[in-house]
């Protein structure tokens, strides 16, 4: 089986593939400080609550947008796994041409989200992602990443409000009933999430101008993406696997 990892400025998201079907997921929080330690036994007792063994673990690749903590994390999984991982970085095949300015730049989870959409879904494509950070990534026909747009996720964007605004209120985020707000909870929901709604459609829609593909098709993925999927033409396509996906893909082109 096949543990895949993807390390996100807020939750390390893991899952396991038995061929290509996904037989367990689940997360951690990033931010909290662990020694390799610490990893390696939350992840095997992880895999053991849903009904796996660590020993059926053959290949591990993992995706990381959080430089610090891959020196513990990488030891973590050499001692409790006893193998190197495959870390998607440059060298690493991925079937993608990165085209822009400076490709080095480009966040190994939008690479992956990229092979994946362009692979599954075909190109062109526009790649959303709703994390930490709302990224809009262009894949042309061919298969080369062409554009990025980094726009503050959504929570972020919330966290923002309450953070700095002494007298707003952490809210959870949602949709309101109406937009018409008449409350302070309210109103707040309604900023974040049609003004979300708004930047999405905007962006799109410049994207495929600009880009002049009639076909381009927009494909999404994180955690908050499927209520403003929903509320959207805009988007084709929500797929809440796209990265776990694009890191399986990835590792078997690197095993052929």
Same mark, same amino acid.
């Given at each position: 089986?096949?543990?895949?990892?993807?390390?996100?400025?807020?939750? +390390?998201?893991?899952?396991?593939?038995?061929?290509?079907?996904?037989? /367990?997921?689940?997360?951690?929080?990033?931010?909290?400080?662990?020694?390799?330690?610490?990893?390696?036994?939350?992840?095997? $007792?992880?895999?053991?609550?849903?009904?796996?063994?660590?020993?059926?673990?053959?290949? +591990?690749?993992?995706?990381?947008?959080?430089? $610090?903590?891959?020196?513990?994390? $990488?030891? /973590?999984?050499?001692?409790?796994?006893?193998?190197?991982?495959?870390?998607?970085?440059?060298?690493?095949?991925?079937?993608?041409?990165?085209?822009?300015?400076?490709?080095?730049? +480009?966040?190994?989870?939008?690479?992956?989200?990229?092979?994946? /959409?362009?692979?599954?879904?075909?190109?062109?494509?526009?790649?959303?992602?709703?994390?930490?950070?709302?990224?809009?990534?262009?894949?042309?026909?061919?298969?080369?990443?062409?554009?990025?747009?980094?726009?503050?996720?959504?929570?972020?964007?919330?966290?923002?409000?309450?953070?700095?605004?002494?007298?707003?209120?952490?809210?959870?985020?949602?949709?309101?009933?109406?937009?018409?707000?008449?409350?302070? +909870?309210?109103?707040?929901?309604?900023?974040?999430?049609?003004?979300?709604?708004?930047?999405?459609?905007?962006?799109?829609?410049?994207?495929? *101008?600009?880009?002049?593909?009639?076909?381009?098709?927009?494909? /999404?993925?994180?955690?908050?993406?499927?209520?403003?999927?929903?509320?959207? *033409?805009?988007?084709?396509?929500?797929?809440?696997?796209?990265?776990?996906?694009?890191?399986?893909?990835?590792?078997?082109? $690197?095993?052929?």
């Amino acid at each position: 089986m096949l543990l895949v990892v993807d390390i996100g400025n807020t939750n +390390i998201t893991f899952g396991v593939f038995k061929k290509e079907e996904v037989v /367990a997921t689940f997360r951690l929080t990033t931010k909290m400080p662990r020694t390799s330690d610490e990893y390696g036994s939350v992840i095997c $007792n992880m895999i053991g609550y849903n009904g796996l063994q660590v020993k059926d673990i053959d290949g +591990i690749i993992i995706a990381s947008v959080v430089p $610090n903590i891959m020196h513990s994390f $990488n030891n /973590a999984i050499v001692k409790y796994f006893g193998q190197q991982p495959l870390i998607v970085g440059p060298g690493v095949k991925t079937g993608i041409k990165v085209l822009t300015e400076n490709p080095r730049q +480009i966040g190994a989870d939008r690479i992956v989200d990229a092979v994946a /959409a362009y692979t599954l879904y075909g190109g062109p494509v526009i790649v959303l992602d709703f994390g930490t950070a709302t990224t809009y990534d262009l894949v042309t026909a061919d298969g080369s990443f062409v554009a990025g747009i980094t726009a503050p996720g959504i929570r972020t964007a919330g966290e923002a409000l309450w953070e700095k605004a002494a007298k707003l209120p952490e809210i959870e985020i949602c949709k309101p009933k109406t937009i018409l707000a008449r409350e302070t +909870i309210t109103s707040m929901q309604a900023g974040l999430f049609y003004g979300q709604i708004g930047q999405t459609e905007y962006i799109i829609q410049k994207m495929k *101008e600009e880009c002049g593909y009639e076909n381009v098709k927009a494909v /999404a993925t994180g955690g908050l993406g499927k209520i403003i999927a929903q509320e959207t *033409e805009a988007i084709d396509i929500y797929d809440s696997m796209l990265t776990l996906q694009g890191l399986r893909i990835i590792y078997n082109k $690197n095993m052929e």
